[in-house]
């Protein structure tokens, strides 16, 4: 019998159900998440432009929204990815100047992904840089 292979990240989907697709929770969300990115066929560069600021501004709100009134905090990366945030999209990436560990930013909203499958957000002074 031919072992099933997760249509997300192609790895084996395991025992289970015959008709499994996936080899995870995780790789079930982020596949539907990214369904329409598969299905587009290629569009015009403004359409594009327009289509990724769309996800950095979803990104930005939901780091928002993870935040509240706080300056920082930790959490799950998969209940990040259960909201719909788009890992693979971000505005800039920053070094901290003491320890050096690499932030991802989404306008002045960061995060940090932890060896423990954790995330920890970061909000920075706005600036603008001409």
């Known amino acids: 019998m031919e072992e099933k292979l997760c ?3 192609g790895q084996p989907v395991g025992s289970g159900r015959k008709d499994k697709k996936y080899c995870s929770d995780a790789c079930k969300t982020d596949y539907n998440n990214n369904k329409d990115e598969r299905a587009t ?3 015009s560069l403004a ?3 327009k ?3 769309q996800i950095l501004v979803k990104n930005r709100q939901i780091l928002d929204q993870c935040l509240g009134d706080r300056n920082t905090m930790s959490m799950d990366k ?3 990815d259960g909201r719909g945030f788009t890992f693979k999209y971000f505005t800039s990436r920053t070094r901290t100047k003491n320890s050096g560990e690499l932030y991802c930013f989404c306008f002045e ?3 940090k992904e932890m060896e423990d499958e954790r995330i ?3 909000r920075r002074e706005r600036e603008i840089v001409f």
């Open 7 to 9: 249509l997300n990240c």
């Open 41 to 43: 066929p290629e569009m």
């Open 47 to 49: 359409a594009y432009m």
């Open 51 to 53: 289509r990724v600021q």
């Open 78 to 80: 998969q209940d990040l």
């Open 109 to 111: 909203l960061g995060y």
């Open 120 to 122: 920890i957000i970061v």
